[in-house]
């Protein structure tokens, strides 16, 4: 079976055993590094990344492709059309080395640079909300542990996914910070930017994140929660590498 295969939403049902391989948690919200550190740490370990948020931000784009929301109104969603669609869906991973990012591959189209904006951002946390769209992609993220090492980036990975995993880590950051680097990320690719429009919505996902009654964003009580804001990336991977050998994972 390919990694591809693994993070198939086709996935059958059959019930998880206790056998698995190991997992780091990178827990915390959008902006604060995670993407960036798990990436490496799959990469040296050999290990497969599973990047939690994409799911919800593939799940956004296609229910807002689908006409299940609007990018202008709150009004709910229909849960059961957007189970549905969420089922539907055939979603894998590749790591990339040329671009020291993950591939995103829905239904056999690439669809990275569309999910990873910040409209696409906010569907996701809108649909996020929805215990059965969690639930329906909750083993579907747990299986990809019983093949292989795992490094699984996300919110709740920790607190709700894999609340047994090695290692726990919360990356965090500053609203301002975060809103900075996206600003920063745009303007490199060449793409217009408005700072207080991108901190505003990162200001609401988190509202949204950290109080939803179900899985809400917050570090697992045995995790190591670090704050990025003044923190580059190279010393943020070294305190979490280190963190990691102290847990018992080899490099």
Known sequence: MTKSELLSSSTDNESLTTARYPVIC???PSGAGKGTVAWRLAQSLGYQLLDSGALYRIVGLKAFEA???????????DEAA???????????????????RVDIIVNGERVGEQVRN?????????????AEVRQSLLELQQNMAKYCGLVADGRDM???VFPDA???VFLTASAEARAERRVNQLEKSGQAADYQAILQTIKARDERDENRSTAPSKPASDALVLDSSALGADVVYEQIKSY????????
């Open 118 to 130: 910040e409209t696409v951002g906010g569907y996701a946390s809108r649909v996020a909300v929805f």
């Open 166 to 168: 090695e290692v726990k």
């Open 67 to 77: 006409g299940l929301l609007t990018a202008n109104s709150e009004e709910v969603i």
């Open 244 to 251: 990691c050998q102290q847990q018992g994972i080899c490099f």
């Open 158 to 160: 920790g607190t709700v």
């Open 26 to 28: 990178i827990d915390g």
């Open 82 to 100: 957007l189970l549905k669609l969420t089922q539907s869906l055939n979603i894998s991973f590749e790591l990339n080395d040329d671009s020291g």
